[in-house]
Structure formats: structure tokens, C-alpha cells
């Protein structure tokens, strides 16, 4: 048995899973998530801030402390699309391996992608014909099964870009949310007929929807994990919080984290355009995704 630790350095949160391996198994110790919004302004300045770099060290020092505690053997590290677009990236990387004494793997969407796609289907056993859907901060990760192999597609649109672009005043107007749908399907035009599949969403807005559908007065993981939405309650969700406000995002669904609320529209929006391009029935939600992936992969 070994105690090992994963840490996804998100666009939109920071994020750290410590486990227990064995045989090729996961036995979840601790997961906990922060939204730190690395990924804030990036598409106009390049860069990271030093506001947002500040937000995840912050994180950071905290989940380290936990790691310590728990006498963690081994800690794997990974960032996605803010520090594979920023700039100042290499920077960031440095400064992060030098404060905690840790190497940081920077990888592709493709590579995001298959790691995902081994947690999750950790979780679910043996399923064919499926979709993976990751909606992330300035990304988006398709993965899929075709002729017994894992193909995985990144699209380069998120909950933190398609907010800045569209999204700065809540509820959007009417043109703002055209525009933004036009957007959407000019990217997801991009992509393969996924029509008649298994869809399966990961990450920050499935659980946000999941958590809102299942209208929890607190987050619940373990009742989240595989909870099935139809493709009518998810348009009636996306209907009804597209007409809302920050501050009654916060106070009406008490399920999701309020740091979530910003950029929850974009997420939810993306979502019901790819349930309606791809016309499914229902979506399964996961909690399973890339921090059981990078321990699958290594153990």
C-alpha cells in the first residue's frame, strides 16, 4: 500500500486528492477544492497575475499542510490550460517547486484528457460508446472510445473565458448570451458526431448542476458521484439561472461553492449546447476525473 497525493492547478480551482493505492486501486483519505481563478484576465493580459498566483499558494500551503500530516510518500502535481497559456508560466512553475520542493508537470489537453478518462472510468467499470466531458476554466476536454482505443480532444473555451467575454454582467442580456451561444458552436463544430453516446461530465459545473438538481442544502460528493440529470431538467436549470444574479445564485442554491456563482452561467450554458448539439437523453455526473487519473497512471 502506498499514500500518495494528487494536485490539479486549474484554471478555474485548485484541487488535491490524497489516496491510498493498492493493486491498482484508490481508496480516497481526503479531497478538498478552492476556486483560485488562475486563469482571471488571461485572455486579454497573457499572464498570470499576482493576485491569482497568490490565491494558489495560498491553497497550496494549506493542502501541503495536510499532506504532511497524513505522512503522504509521494506527491504528483499537474496544471492545465492557465499554465500551459500563460506567459509567465515557467515562472509560476519555478516559484511553486522552489516554495514546496515539488515538481510540476505541465500537460496537453489530449494528455488531460486520457487521465480523466482513466479516473472516471475507474469509477464506472466497463463502459463502451461513451462521451467524458470536462468543462474546465479555459478548456474544455472531449474524451471518447473509438475501436477500442481513447481518443481525447480539447476545445479551447471555458467557464473563465466565456465569462470574460461574455458574462461580466449578471444576468446576461439577451445578446451577450446569443453571442456567446454562437461561440460555442463554432467550437464545438470542431469536433466528431457524438450523437448516441453515454455522456459523462466531470468537474466543477456537473457537480454545481448535479448539486442543484438534487437541490442539497450542502455539498454532498458521495451523493453527487453518478447521479443521472435528463436533458430537461438541464435546460430548465440553465432557463431558469440564466435569468439570475450573482448574489441569488449565492443565496438560492446553498449546494454549490459561492465562489462558483461567477462563473456558473458560462459552465451551464456550455453544457445544454452540448447536450442539445450531441441530442442525448440524460448526462451521468462524476466525481471521478484527473486527480484519480494521475494516481492510476502512476500506480
Known sequence: MVKVASIDLGSNSTRLLIADTIDGKI????????VTRMGDNL????????ESIKRVLKVLNRFFKIININRVENIHIVGTAALRDADNSE??????????DVEVEIVSGEEEGVLTSLGVLH??????????????????????DKNNKII??????????LSELFFNELPPTNISTERAVDVINVKLSELSDFEN??????????????????KQDRFNEGEIHLTEISDKNVFEINNLIMQMTEAQIITKFKGIDPKRAKTLQAGILLAN????????????????DILEGLILKKY
Open 27 to 34: 481508496f480516497s483519505i481526503h479531497k478538498e477544492h478552492h
Open 43 to 50: 485572455t486579454n493580459s497573457k499572464n498570470i497575475s499576482k
Open 91 to 100: 515562472e509560476i512553475i519555478k516559484q511553486i517547486q522552489k516554495k514546496f
Open 123 to 144: 469509477s464506472l467499470g466497463n463502459i463502451q460508446n461513451f462521451l467524458i466531458v470536462d468543462i474546465g476554466g479555459r478548456s474544455t476536454e472531449f474524451i471518447y
Open 152 to 161: 481525447s480532444k480539447s476545445i479551447e473555451i471555458g467557464v473563465v473565458s
Open 197 to 214: 453516446r453515454s455522456i459523462i461530465g466531470v468537474a466543477g459545473t456537473f457537480t454545481s448542476l448535479a448539486s442543484i438538481f438534487l
Open 273 to 288: 449546447q452540448i447536450i442539445s448539439k450531441y441530442n442525448v437523453n440524460s448526462i451521468k455526473v462524476s466525481n471521478s
